[in-house]
């Protein structure tokens, strides 16, 4: 599973996480603004250079999880195949999905500060909102929707579009790859592969 053709979007994924903007007040951007803020300030416990402890990596877990829904993002990312597992299939592949994730990506996001981003707009389209923002790069900026589902009276984040294409889609892609060249047993087993692996590494380098 090559799971670093996903460098660029998590790259984008990581300045849009690590630094604050404008917000309006009790709107999803608002709201946006708040998981930016938490997540920064989790992050920046640890000192420059170092490696995070299990402490330390338990509350970036907690946060992730109170903003990132991410049993809808394995949903999207799974597709079709979503529909033919079983309850406790779903929960396996969430908590896989959710691992790979956090370990091989969201845990990294403090390495990226420094890159500017701006709020340029919000909509409500049926039950999701879409918080708009433009995220300064090199080469001109790179537009990003956040894209947010309703919990318990406030936001998750499900999605995220970056420069025209969609997270999920990009590992809808990487799944129904491997899918349709083996089976949906041997994408669990990669996952799992590959979240022992870098679980190892992160372990390693404490």
């Known amino acids: 599973?090559?799971?670093?053709?996903?460098?660029?979007?998590?790259?984008?994924?990581?300045?849009?996480i690590a630094l604050p903007g404008l917000a309006v007040a009790g709107s999803p951007t608002d709201w946006v603004q708040g998981t930016i803020l938490e997540v920064k300030n989790t992050l920046v416990i640890q000192d420059s250079g170092t490696e995070l402890t299990p402490e330390q990596a338990l509350?970036?877990?907690?946060?992730?999880?109170?903003?990132?829904?991410?049993?809808?993002?394995?949903?999207?990312?799974?597709?079709?195949?979503?529909?033919?597992?079983?309850?406790q299939e779903r929960t396996e592949f969430v908590r896989l999905?959710?691992?790979?994730?956090?370990?091989?990506?969201l845990w990294r996001l403090s390495t990226h500060a420094g890159v500017e981003q701006r709020y340029v707009g919000e909509r409500i389209e049926g039950d999701r909102a879409i918080v708009q923002a433009l995220v300064k790069a090199d080469d001109g900026d790179i537009p990003v929707d956040y894209i947010l589902v309703p919990?318990?009276?406030?936001?998750?984040i499900s999605d995220l579009n970056i420069d025209g294409v969609k997270l999920s889609a990009t590992y809808r892609s990487e799944f129904n790859r491997v899918i349709s060249k083996s089976s949906y047993k041997e994408l669990v087993r990669k996952m799992s592969v590959k979240l022992e692996e870098v679980t190892m590494e992160a372990r390693s380098q404490r």
Do not use: P
């Open 151 to 156: 919990h318990n009276g406030s936001w998750k």
């Open 97 to 105: 999905f959710r691992g790979l994730m956090e370990r091989s990506h």
């Open 59 to 87: 509350e970036i877990s907690r946060v992730f999880g109170n903003r990132f829904s991410f049993q809808e993002m394995a949903r999207l990312a799974l597709g079709q195949h979503w529909q033919q597992l079983s309850a």
């Open 1 to 16: 599973m090559k799971i670093n053709t996903l460098a660029f979007r998590f790259a984008v994924l990581a300045t849009c």
